[in-house]
């Protein structure tokens, strides 16, 4: 009975210290609840800033984006206004038609968005230059009566007409690159005069109007009126720009002032045609090809060539020599001084007998975007004939991304 009456004395004395230690520890700390309260209310405040940070940096990229399709917007609604100004005349195709122009010395052009204005297969049926004693200064593209015709890039439709002698039913439309493409001989319109249309936007049907002897697409690229050779932007064979910028240059051609343009930093490379000249002889001097020549001058293998004509023997690249070493583009003021021995060293130097039964190792090149027959025989310093018979193919071989061709 004393036993338990001692434990039950013990246990009420341990129960009152531990109260008592818990109230002097109350007394010691009397700001801990508001210590926690406002440990929680930083924590709070510092989400709302992290959260009214990301808002604030979601306002700023949504009105970049804003920003940037509201200067697309307007770059389609005023294609190109730093070229061509005011000068939006629905009557002409050359909208600067009996001005004065001013030509910038440069300008690049940005042909990456391109799209091939048909979707059947492509087939040249007459090419850029002298025709019959008229200028033909676009291309022609077989198509049936009915075929749909694409817009080349994004733009805006600045004329929508019927022209009984010349293009038929035909579109112009200028697009914010500079460039202005030129669809004629459709059999009917899709879009209208000001709408804005979208590269790959179905814009006619083709057909057999105006002044045609069969039914094609006749079609143009023009640069503030200038007529250019579609050919030397877009590789109509693989239907690709030969590269997604091209580079115009306005040159001097015999000392005048002219509207040609050339694809690099380079000058445009002509030669003047002097007595015994022949396009073979032409070609061989300047590592292209005749084909190549044709199609930069609009000749034909049998046209004659007057001499004084002067002939542009390259797309403003650099030309390869037939010695494997680079020649430099020369000025038409310099070619006019040369006599035409340089033609026979070059023969001479050209012929495989002369070099000799050394082996060369053999030189590859990859394909890339834009790259064509023509353009690697140029490049390399040999023909299209040659590379076909290197590698197997023909010329109208499509070219697949990264497959390697002898050139050598």
């Known amino acids: 009975m004393i036993v338990k009456t001692l434990l039950s004395i013990c246990c009420s004395i341990l129960i009152v210290s531990t109260v008592e230690g818990q109230e002097k ?13 406002m440990n929680e209310r930083v924590s709070e405040l510092m989400a709302d800033r992290v959260g009214f940070k990301k808002d604030l940096v979601l306002e700023e990229l949504a ?21 061509y100004g005011s ?7 050359d909208p600067f038609r009996g001005m004065k122009v001013t030509y910038p010395d440069s ?7 391109f799209v091939f204005p048909l979707d059947t297969m492509t087939r040249v049926t007459s090419k850029f230059g002298p025709r019959r004693r008229r200028m033909h200064k676009g291309i022609d593209l077989k198509v049936q009566v009915g075929d749909t015709i694409y817009a080349a890039f994004d733009g805006k439709v600045r004329i929508r007409k019927y022209e009984r002698r010349g293009y038929g039913y035909y579109l112009v439309i200028r697009h914010p690159n500079g460039l202005e493409t030129i669809y004629g001989h459709l059999s009917k319109f899709l879009v209208n005069l000001n709408d804005v249309v979208r590269g790959g936007q179905p814009i006619a049907l083709g057909g057999n109007t105006g002044r045609s002897t069969g039914s094609h697409l006749h079609f143009e690229t023009r640069f503030m009126g200038q007529a ?3 050919q030397d932007l877009i590789d109509f064979e693989n239907e690709v720009p ?27 490379v002509y030669h003047r045609v002097k007595s015994g000249d022949t396009l073979e002889k032409i070609a061989r001097r300047y590592g292209t090809s005749i084909n190549e020549l044709c199609r930069l001058n609009g000749l034909k293998r049998t046209s004659i060539l007057r001499i004084g004509q002067s002939i542009r023997c390259n797309a403003g690249i650099e030309v390869a020599a037939t010695n494997n070493t680079v020649e430099q583009p020369k000025t038409v003021e310099k070619m006019e001084v040369e006599t035409a021995n340089v033609a026979t060293t070059t023969e001479a130097t050209s012929d495989p007998e002369a070099l000799g039964d050394t082996e060369e190792t053999p030189i590859y090149h990859k394909i890339k975007s834009g790259d064509t027959l023509g353009g690697i025989a140029a490049k390399y310093g040999t023909t299209v004939q040659k590379l076909c018979e290197l590698n197997g193919i023909t010329r109208t071989t499509i070219l697949r991304l990264g497959r390697s061709l002898r050139c050598s």
């Open 63 to 83: 009105a970049i984006n804003e920003m940037e399709e509201l200067e697309a917007k307007e770059d389609l609604m005023f294609p190109a206004d730093e070229l």
């Open 107 to 113: 300008c690049v052009i940005d042909c990456s968005a």
């Open 228 to 230: 250019l050779n579609p």
């Open 87 to 93: 000068h939006w005349a629905n009557d002409w195709v």
């Open 25 to 37: 520890n109350q007394i010691n700390d009397p700001n801990e609840g508001s210590h926690q309260l």
């Open 242 to 268: 030969h590269k997604d910028t091209y580079v115009f240059h306005n040159v001097k051609i015999n000392g005048r002032k002219s509207n040609i343009y050339t694809s690099s930093d380079t000058k445009v």
